[in-house]
């Protein structure tokens, strides 16, 4: 997470990057900071990224229900497309397979470690 941080830093200097948490996974980490310290270390970090503008929180929607076992990530980032339009580039980091389906609607689709190494080896989008 802090090395995702720290590229994000960097990016937000030539453009507008964004971190976008749902709310599910929000609440989630809050949940378990009580509890581990290793969830206390990480929720605060979410907060110092959204306290530099490089974070931002879904507010609640159909993906957070209880209800649902796993949100339809599909569906809602291309609602969130839609939503904020200003937000050109998606990028889903994931660590699940996609087959593809993302990419067919203009989402990129990379898991955490390709999504650092790609942007460390200055691969992506020019990144210095």
């Given at each position: ?12 200097q ?12 929000s ?10 310290p ?6 605060d ?13 879904l507010?609640y ?40 389906v ?25 990144f210095?």
């Amino acid at each position: 997470m802090k090395k995702i941080l720290e590229i994000l830093q960097k990016l937000s200097q030539t453009g507008k990057w964004k971190w976008v948490l749902h709310y599910r996974d929000s609440r989630r980490l809050k949940e378990n900071a009580r509890l581990y310290p290793k969830a206390k270390e990480k929720t605060d970090l979410l907060n110092k990224c959204k306290e530099d503008g490089l974070l931002d929180i879904l507010p609640y929607h159909e993906c957070d229900l209880v209800s649902r076992q796993e949100p339809n990530y599909l569906q809602c980032l291309c609602h969130q497309q839609v939503q904020n339009i200003s937000f050109r580039y998606p990028v889903f980091v994931t660590d699940s397979e996609t087959d593809g389906v993302f990419e067919k609607n203009g989402i990129l689709t990379m898991t955490v470690n390709s999504f650092l190494m790609g942007l460390l080896s200055k691969t992506i989008y020019g990144f210095t």
